[in-house]
């Protein structure tokens, strides 16, 4: 995680009142700078129970509200090596729903080994701290 950023998302009614209601699944979401703009792709947000015919598809690409120059700074990030904007949380701020949107840089190889190493070290280390208590 390099650095942070906060942003409005456009949305419509029935769909403020899902997240309201806590139906909202960001995995495997991402956003992207497309004409200038910021979008979010992949974010579910399951239709509104009482909306009717006012319900959107539940993953469509929804656009990002951020100020001009911040959308070409993360444009100009993410066009080098390894950086991606993702969707960390989804909150109320007042009355407006808001993005928290990370700029990440993707692990090299060695780092992946570094990280599975380590995990299976502390696997190993439990392991053996539940034998000896037994």
Known sequence: MEDK?????????TEVKSIRAGTLNLKDSYCTVKGGELFLHGMHISPYEKGNIFN?????????????????KLAALVQQDGYALVPLSVYFKDAR???????CKGKKNYDKRAAASARDAKREIDRTLKERNR
Do not use: C, N, Q
């Open 56 to 72: 959107k598809d539940p993953v469509r690409s929804r656009r990002l509200l951020m100020h001009k120059r911040e959308i070409r």
């Open 97 to 103: 729903v808001k993005v928290e949107v990370g700029l």
């Open 5 to 13: 950023y906060e942003a409005g998302i456009e949305l419509f009614g």
